[in-house]
């Protein structure tokens, strides 16, 4: 069966969001299998973004995601990783679409990193590393 890495990332436990967004995924038909709420340490995010190391936004990125706790889950499903994508909207929330999640509480908050309240894997080789990383 399929799996996918599903962080709220710290705008979103931050906004008290973390149940509407695990709700909607669980509502989508998905199985919830672990679930946490972890502060990520600083060798864990280099290891989850390995691939943005260098680009602009990286650092940001970085300590955005050191600013507060996360929630980690890993959810199950037939194609759950595309359809997690479907529910997140695309990256930017400003005009990710309304229904999503991002499109629905994301917008840009005018700061260097985009708050996007949630990230999910995007392959099947990404999910089992990830979930390498936050479920070790
Ligand atoms: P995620 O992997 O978080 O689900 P994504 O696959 O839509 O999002 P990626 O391209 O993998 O986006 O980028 C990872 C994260 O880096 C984004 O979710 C966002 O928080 C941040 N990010 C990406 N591009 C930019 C950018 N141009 N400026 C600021 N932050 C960015």
Same mark, same amino acid.
């Given at each position: #069966?399929? !799996?996918?890495?599903?962080?709220? @990332? *710290?705008?979103?436990?931050? !906004? @008290?969001?973390?149940?509407? #967004?695990?709700?909607?995924?669980?509502? @989508?038909?998905?199985?919830l299998a672990e679930l946490k709420k972890v502060t990520a340490t600083r060798e864990q995010?280099?290891? $989850?973004?390995?691939? $943005?190391?260098? @680009? *602009?936004?990286y650092e940001p990125l970085v300590e955005f995601m050191l600013s507060g706790p996360v929630v980690a889950a890993i959810f199950e499903g037939h194609r759950v990783i595309e359809g997690?994508?479907?529910?997140?909207?695309?990256? &930017?929330p400003t005009t990710a679409a309304p229904g999503t999640i991002r499109? &629905?509480?994301? !917008?840009d908050w005018g700061l260097k990193v985009q708050q996007n309240l949630v990230h999910g894997s995007d392959s099947v080789e990404s999910a089992e590393r990830e979930i390498g990383i936050w479920f070790a």
């Open positions: #069966i399929e !799996r996918t890495l599903v962080l709220v @990332k *710290p705008d979103g436990v931050v !906004r @008290k969001l973390s149940g509407e #967004i695990l709700a909607r995924v669980e509502a @989508k038909g998905y199985t995010l280099q290891a $989850h973004y390995a691939e $943005h190391e260098g @680009k *602009p936004f997690f994508r479907a529910l997140a909207g695309t990256t &930017d499109g &629905d509480f994301g !917008r």
